[in-house]
């Protein structure tokens, strides 16, 4: 067993349902076979498995909830929940070609382990096992022109407030440049869409000192600048859950499901480098809650935010060497 890893410890250790904050934790990679993976996953927790189709595994038994290990291919996903009928020349066809998707697939689309939500404590057995998919072969986002995976992270609302909501959001706009250069995302995924800033009529917006909306209009405000999930920070599981027929209003998305939590989008995953771990992802996330949790702080930071967005010739170098001076909790 591996030594613990020193996660930092949020400011907000109880969420909205006032029992201990959980996190759920999303890891897309390539390199190992989906059996391979489950049943690595499956010795280390201790757990069951069952095939949920042929492209996805439910591993039970964490009191936590239940693991997937899936390939992050819903269409290929779709087709795999199907049976097909040896005898009927239909689905051979369909089975034949569901065979030369699922082969072009495997070059191109990751592999994703999927926890529960999880407690605090339990984010060491994460960093444990992607010790252990590193030592089995995992390949991460930049061994690969063809790659562009993601580590995302879930964290639970600490309450369901307006006002709490925002300043987390507004202290991830403050410090999302800086978190950018942090997790030195590779050329490939940051030419993707999937990991999007927020639209910078947007940031201005949040980041007035006069703004204070209710939950409603937090709600709207959000959903007229960002009714798409890619976003570094993407907020619409967690506005699902709040409000569904008000973002069911601006969007019929299938793959938007709700949950009390924030998804953080923004972090690569490069679990084939040995110095790349759960930890840098975690402690990025924890400055964003550590700067909205001071709320002194967080007006002063928006202040310098806003003027550095104005100001003629400023550099995003310069906002992230001022960040670092000035806007962490060290």
Same mark, same amino acid.
């Given at each position: 067993?591996?030594?613990?890893?020193?996660?930092?410890?949020?400011?907000?250790?109880?969420?909205?349902?006032?029992?201990?904050?959980?996190? #759920?934790?999303?890891?897309?990679?390539?390199? =190992?076979?989906?059996?391979?993976?489950?049943? =690595?996953? @499956? $010795?280390?927790?201790?757990?069951?498995?069952?095939?949920?189709?042929?492209?996805?595994?439910? =591993?039970? #038994?964490?009191?936590?909830?239940?693991?997937?290990?899936?390939?992050?291919?819903?269409?290929?996903?779709?087709?795999?929940?199907?049976?097909?009928?040896?005898?009927? /020349?239909?689905?051979?066809?369909?089975?034949?070609?569901?065979?030369?998707?699922?082969?072009? +697939?495997?070059?191109?689309?990751?592999?994703?382990?999927?926890?529960?939500?999880?407690?605090?404590?339990?984010?060491? *057995?994460?960093?444990?096992?992607?010790?252990?998919?590193?030592?089995?072969?995992? $390949? #991460?986002?930049?061994?690969?022109?063809?790659?562009?995976?993601?580590?995302?992270?879930?964290?639970?609302?600490?309450?369901?407030?307006?006002?709490?909501?925002?300043? /987390?959001?507004?202290?991830?706009?403050?410090?999302?440049?800086?978190?950018?250069?942090?997790?030195? *995302? &590779?050329?490939?995924?940051?030419?993707?869409?999937?990991?999007?800033?927020?639209? +910078?009529?947007?940031?201005?917006? /949040?980041?007035?000192?006069?703004?204070?909306?209710?939950?409603?209009? =937090?709600?709207?405000?959000?959903?007229?600048?960002?009714?798409?999930?890619?976003? +570094?920070?993407?907020?619409?599981?967690?506005?699902?859950?709040?409000?569904? +027929?008000?973002?069911?209003?601006?969007?019929?998305?299938?793959?938007?499901?709700?949950?009390?939590?924030?998804?953080?989008?923004?972090?690569?995953?490069?679990?084939?480098? @040995?110095?790349?771990?759960?930890?840098?992802?975690?402690?990025?996330?924890?400055?964003?809650?550590?700067?909205?949790? &001071?709320?002194?702080?967080?007006?002063?930071?928006?202040?310098?935010?806003?003027?550095?967005?104005?100001?003629?010739?400023?550099?995003? $170098?310069?906002?992230?060497?001022?960040?670092?001076?000035?806007?962490?909790?060290?």
């Amino acid at each position: 067993m591996s030594s613990k890893t020193a996660f930092k410890t949020l400011p907000w250790q109880t969420s909205h349902r006032e029992k201990p904050r959980r996190f #759920g934790i999303e890891i897309e990679f390539s390199g =190992l076979e989906l059996q391979d993976v489950q049943q =690595l996953v @499956a $010795k280390h927790l201790s757990l069951s498995s069952e095939e949920s189709g042929r492209y996805r595994y439910k =591993l039970s #038994g964490d009191p936590a909830g239940d693991w997937l290990v899936e390939l992050d291919f819903q269409l290929l996903a779709k087709m795999g929940e199907q049976k097909f009928d040896a005898d009927s /020349i239909t689905d051979n066809m369909q089975e034949s070609f569901e065979s030369l998707l699922a082969a072009v +697939a495997k070059q191109l689309v990751p592999v994703e382990l999927v926890t529960p939500p999880l407690p605090f404590a339990q984010l060491d *057995i994460v960093a444990e096992l992607i010790t252990k998919l590193r030592n089995a072969g995992a $390949k #991460g986002s930049s061994e690969s022109l063809r790659y562009a995976f993601g580590l995302q992270l879930n964290p639970e609302i600490p309450a369901a407030d307006e006002n709490l909501l925002l300043r /987390i959001i507004q202290a991830f706009v403050c410090l999302q440049p800086w978190l950018r250069q942090r997790e030195n *995302i &590779d050329f490939i995924r940051n030419l993707t869409s999937y990991i999007e800033p927020y639209p +910078a009529a947007y940031q201005q917006k /949040i980041l007035d000192r006069n703004y204070q909306p209710s939950m409603a209009q =937090l709600i709207d405000d959000y959903l007229i600048d960002n009714p798409s999930r890619n976003r +570094a920070l993407d907020c619409l599981p967690l506005f699902i859950h709040l409000d569904k +027929a008000r973002v069911r209003a601006v969007t019929t998305n299938k793959l938007i499901k709700p949950r009390p939590a924030f998804h953080y989008r923004l972090p690569s995953c490069e679990i084939h480098q @040995a110095d790349w771990s759960l930890q840098r992802a975690w402690d990025g996330w924890a400055q964003v809650e550590m700067l909205a949790y &001071d709320q002194k702080r967080l007006q002063q930071c928006m202040a310098a935010y806003q003027h550095y967005l104005v100001k003629t010739g400023s550099s995003k $170098k310069s906002w992230v060497s001022e960040v670092e001076q000035q806007w962490l909790n060290l």
